[in-house]
């Protein structure tokens, strides 16, 4: 699956030697309002921070003289068979930061036969993503009503997506006064900053923006329901999120029967909330503090895992948030998750190189997998557990509920 760090690839992803490294370099080529939508959380970022934190405050507890030479890091999820225990997270207007940046994604994803999933807050049809890369996900913010609820999960079911992922934790829309800082909206209202931000970006604005309205025309939002949304870029014209406040298990209980495929719930933190997925018949979770972009302060997912772990029943258990190196991926494993998705390090590798950014993003991070799983003396990922960690800082963890 992997080939050396650096060989044949174009010379502006040579000096990308971790995911880390694509963050400063998206910043020098995204105007401020996209760098910032990305790279931005909600108020004072201290979940986003923590995020990161929650992983330095374990060790690994490593065991030699094991034969390893034989190890895989192929990782089977929800009945699929997957190259690495890791995948895209979704993220929202991502053909903004990328010329096709769904489909960047999507094929870079299955070209290296990890998961992606698509986000409801895309510009692309997910029709043309299922069609470019299928087997990738689809991931719904659920709509206001019961009628346009349906209407959306029907959609899906016909563009071919096998699974689909609801995110719960947007009850409101989190303070996100990064946004404002930045002069990022939805949609971008035209006004002298946005078009200056843009022209010290040329090669954003020829490599994506030109590009995109050459050949597709304005981009709207394609996906949040079952018909066309608002455009990307408008004076007076509001999108549409809706009041989600009012939604409850009963929704998803709803959509439970109406779906036929894998159904996962993304924005889990509590045990409790774990429970009452498992008897709603649902597949999985994504453990997720939404990047931290919702209620600052929440606790991390890595210290949500062991509680929803124990709490989860058969479904599987992923989380997302803070994964930036092949270490902290084989953590969330010990710590409990049978599968990571990582977003904001690709996005970036997506804007700067395009899908061979993406593809380089992956190779990096498998090659860290695969070289910390054998000097862990694992043979799959499948072998790791609590006893491959020590805690060494912070304060210990609640009970489990």
Known sequence: MYRAVGQGLPRRLR???????????ARRKLPRPLFGYIAGAAETNAAHHDNRTAFAEWAFRPR???????RSI???LLGQTYRAPFGISPMGISAMMAYRGDLVLARAAQDAGIAMVMSGSSLIPMEDVARAAPGSWFQAYLPVDEKRIAALVERVARAGFGTLVL?????????RENNIRTGFSTPLKPSLRLAWDGAIRPLWLWDTLYRTLRHH????????????GAPIIARNVERDFGARDH????????????WKGKLVIKGILHGEDARRASAEG??????SNHGGRQLDGAISAFRALPEVRAAAGGMAVMMDGGIRRGADVLKALAMGADFVFVGRPFLYAAAVGGEAGVRHGIEILGQEVDRN????GCLSPEELGPQHLMRIGGIPQPASA
Do not use: C, K
């Open 15 to 25: 000096p990308i030697l971790a995911l880390e490294d694509f963050e400063p370099a």
């Open 282 to 287: 649902i597949d999985g979770v994504i453990v």
């Open 247 to 258: 939604l409850d298990w009963s929704h998803i209980a709803r959509i439970r029967q109406q």
């Open 74 to 76: 192929a990782t089977t």
């Open 217 to 228: 025309g304005m981009p709207h939002f394609e996906n949040n329901f079952a018909e066309r």
């Open 373 to 376: 799983l054998a000097l862990l």
């Open 64 to 70: 030699y003289l094991i034969n390893v030479s034989q």
């Open 167 to 175: 995110t719960v934790d947007t009850t409101t829309m989190g303070n």
